[in-house]
Nanobody, 126 residues
């Protein structure tokens, strides 16, 4: 039974930083692709960063490139999203998500492709 629990959200001023965490459990074979999604007020949920289980494979949407970093710690089964130089448009509910993938699987941002979701953590940038 896969479970994802986000933490680390909060309120910050523009230009500030936050690090989100997603504690995972139940992903027994380790072959999962994971992603961070954001849902801003009045907008659809969008994928912003993704990571493959094989080392070094990440992907970002253009609006967060150079500011956000997705990473994972396989020893603690935790996914992270480090966010720097935050902007008001980064405000939203942030969700981590996971799906089973394979070595050749591409990192995609389609929410419907993900099977497991956390409950979300709110980020507010003013």
């Amino acid at each position: 039974h896969v479970q994802l629990v986000e933490s680390g959200g909060g309120s910050v001023q523009a230009g500030g930083s936050l690090r989100l965490s997603c504690a995972t459990s139940g992903m027994t074979n380790g072959r999962y692709c994971m992603g961070w999604f954001r849902q801003s007020p009045g907008k659809e949920r969008e994928g912003i960063a993704g990571i493959h289980y094989s080392p070094g494979r990440t992907r970002y949407i253009d609006s967060v490139k150079g500011r956000f970093t997705i990473s994972k710690d396989d020893t603690t089964n935790t996914l992270y999203l480090s966010m720097n130089n935050l902007k008001p448009e980064d405000t939203g509910m942030y969700y981590c998500a996971a799906r089973v993938c394979y070595y050749g699987t591409s990192i995609i941002f389609s929410a419907s492709a993900f099977d497991y979701w956390g409950q979300g953590t709110q980020v507010t940038v003013s």
